[in-house]
């Protein structure tokens, strides 16, 4: 036995629904009303009896409960004109036992006082909306300029004085150059420099977007494009672009099904947006940009060689930080100080002997490697003097990580000896690396502790495992 309304008088019930929701209106599945609350009839200046069994577009202005009764599809928080002021109407198909009876429908406000009290609420809302809308607009502007990319090594100087050369022009560009070397530094100091300034530069990572939401980001999409699709559709980031600059990052990710799809708009200057009837005209500049080697993804088949001729009109190739090694101290320099903002310091400087350990790595992470380098010094520094004791320890000892016994194996070629398993080899390593840290702490367990990112406890057991004394 089911516990519902039996036990509630009529009377009672009424009351509830009327408590429950001001104005209700219940209409059957041919959309005649079948229940009209007092509220709703003194709103509308009309008597319940005169309401009952009448189709409701007939009593209701501008209704669409019998549509609502029919498509099953609620209709949520909709504008509807009543008696000239726009209420907020919510209605519900109304399904009983698994079949569709009716629709139930509910008006949030009677008249434009209360509307205009509730606007009065929410005003101050959508005025912060409207703010953040705008810091959002403004969020489509570059963030550097050319004299935030330091470097003054010849190498460097050929590319950032080219870079600044082809600025003006409206030429696609294909920045390459290794993992962290600042291609997207070079994008933006390109735009920033260009007479499209004003207009927006606007980014997007080809690796980081779900292929299957790559198109509709890139060209935007109609209303009722797709399930799901916001109302008045979408602007893509071409259309968001429009006289400004996109930067493809991470082009040498781009699906390539998506690959052709980014050809079509080169050549022809136009896009299409998804379930769209009429191409756009648009006039972007293209900056694109890859740590990949794409000749060789061409080879592989996996990068379209005509989109690699339509993106490479000027290449700029970026020199890796170890091709530029007198350029460290200025860029550390300068890092530092980015960095002394970010941790509210002031005045930390390196030692020589920590500027030339900066300058005999090989920096396979480059710029970025560098920044972390830094910032992890700065963290562990107490003072203001950054020294060997706060690099990471990588790059303070050549720390060998080749076991002998892996040494022996490659050096002599003596293949008699087993080769040592990865696990006997990373425990070599290990035990090397706290001996390390216990040597440059004096014995210290707390600070070796610290310097090797580990907690004492862990400490104490790894030196009883690796019998360290
Ligand atoms: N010449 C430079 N001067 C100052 N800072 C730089 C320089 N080059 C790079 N940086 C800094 O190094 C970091 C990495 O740069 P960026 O993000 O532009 O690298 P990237 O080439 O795009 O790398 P990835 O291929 O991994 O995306 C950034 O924080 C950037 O500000
Ligand atoms: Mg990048």
Known sequence: MQFGFDYLPYKWLEEIINLAAERIVVVDSNGLIRYINSGYCDFLGIKAEDAINQPVQNIIENSRMHIVAK??????????????????????????EGELVGAVGTVLFRNQQEWWDYSKKIQPLLEELNYYKLNYENGLKSKYKFSDIIGTSSKFMLAKKMAEKISVSNSAVLLTGESGTGKELFAHAIHQNSSREQFPFVRINC???????????????????FTGAKKGGKRGKFELANFGTIFLDEIGDMPLSMQSKLLRVLQEGEVERVGGQKPKTIDVRIIAATHRNLEKMIEEGTFRQDLYYRLNVIKLEIPPLRERKEDIPYIATYLLKKLEKKFHQHGINLTNRVISKLQQHNWPGNIRELENVLERAVNVLEG???????????????VHFLSEKQKVYVDYNNHSDSFPTLKETLSLVEKQAIINALQLSNGNKLEASKLLGIGKTSLYDKCKQYNIK
Do not use: C
């Open 71 to 96: 498509s099953g599809q609620a209709e949520l928080s909709a504008i509807q004109p009543i008696k000239g002021g726009e209420m907020i109407a919510n209605r519900y198909p109304l399904f009983v």
């Open 207 to 225: 690796a980081s977007i779900p292929e299957h939401l790559l198109e509709s980001e890139l060209f935007g999409y109609d209303e009722g494009a």
């Open 384 to 398: 203001n003097t950054i020294d060997i004791v706060h690099l990471p320890l990588y790059l303070r000892e050549n």
